[in-house]
Nanobody
């Protein structure tokens, strides 16, 4: 069984920064893609950023230049550094991985950007 544990969410003022972390544990042979998704209130879940095992990254247009995704293959972790946060970044953020051809989601962590 694979588990994803997320941390780092919270309340931040506009223009501030947060760092989200996600650690995968359990019976894992290899992890392909790792990424972060978010679900704003009343909206559908959307891709924020993703990174392949080779290090190729993909960002949503709305976060380019502000967010940075990084992974540590040795520790099975993926982080999301979020800078210059805006109120529209408010959402529940979910970690997602593809490991051994299976898809796993974290439980979600709330990020609220408000003054």
């Amino acid at each position: 069984q694979v588990q994803l544990v997320e941390s780092g969410g919270g309340l931040v003022q506009p223009g501030g920064s947060l760092r989200l972390s996600c650690a995968a544990s359990g019976s894992i042979f290899s992890i392909n893609a790792m990424g972060w998704y978010r679900q704003p209130p009343g909206k559908q879940r959307e891709l924020v950023a993703a990174i392949t095992s080779g290090g190729s990254v993909n960002y949503a247009d709305s976060v380019k230049g502000r967010f940075t995704i990084a992974r540590d293959n040795g520790k099975n972790t993926v982080d999301l550094q979020m800078n210059s946060l805006k109120p529209e970044d408010t959402a529940v953020y979910y970690c997602r991985i593809v490991a051994d051809n299976r898809l796993y989601w974290g439980q979600g962590t709330q990020v609220t950007v408000s003054s």
